[in-house]
């Protein structure tokens, strides 16, 4: 009689982020880290939301829409080439070049979305010259997060995230500053927004009014 697979484990997103932490471990520095993981977890955020709209189009209009650029601009959704893909990173994620291809879907996402330009890393992963295997292992801890997360910033929860683990005694040497949450939160309640969308450059936060109601 076969056994029952066993269910996938679902982690938190800090314990996700800090078992991706061990994997660079000696490979980069601590205040290096947020860069590295924030662009991977971009890659999958985006692409997590590609194929979500992308089986709303295919059911909605027909496959032969689901290549329509405009289909996905006009919810605010990034469209990601095949190579851009997180399923094809992770189907590589063992391959020697694995750091090139990481790099050449960022730099394909970019180029595709006008929006994006000068947003992204050039050469990044290349550059670092990080362990295959190291990296592979960073790739899988990153496939657990789950972005469907009913933050709107869940990019800048992982920014600060890191900033508050690992940049902080290097980030004050160079002006750069963790600030808790509930500080964050307070200062947009002083202002006082009463539509649209708050925007901290510092961490690229998206904050909007009716989170800040429900926090």
């Not at 985006?46 to 032969?64: L, T, V």
């Not at 960022?106 to 979305?113: D, Q, R, Y």
């Amino acid at each position: 009689m076969a056994k029952a697979a066993k269910p996938k484990k679902v982690v938190s997103m800090e314990e996700a982020l800090w078992k991706s932490a061990d994997k660079l471990r000696g490979s980069v520095e601590p205040a290096e880290y947020k860069h590295v993981v924030l662009s991977l977890f971009f890659l999958k955020f985006a692409s997590d939301k590609f194929e979500a709209q992308r089986n709303m189009i295919a059911e909605k209009y027909g496959d032969k829409f689901i290549d329509n650029i405009a289909f996905y601009t006009k919810d605010n959704v990034f469209y990601l080439p095949a190579e851009s893909r997180w399923s094809f990173i992770m189907e590589n994620a063992k391959q020697d070049d694995i750091a090139l291809k990481i790099d050449t879907a960022l730099f394909t996402i970019e180029k595709t979305n006008p929006a994006l330009k000068g947003a992204l890393p050039d050469n990044y992963y290349s550059r670092l010259h990080i362990d295959t295997s190291k990296l592979a292992s960073l790739l899988d801890e990153i496939d657990k997060i789950n972005t469907d997360d009913s933050e709107n910033d869940i990019i800048g929860r992982i920014y600060e995230y890191f900033l508050g683990k690992f940049a902080l005694a290097e980030g004050k040497g160079k002006g750069e500053f963790y600030t808790p949450k509930c500080i964050v939160n307070l200062i947009a309640e002083l202002i006082e927004p009463y539509d649209g969308i708050l925007y901290d450059k510092t961490v690229a936060g998206l904050i909007q009014k009716k989170d800040l109601k429900s926090a």
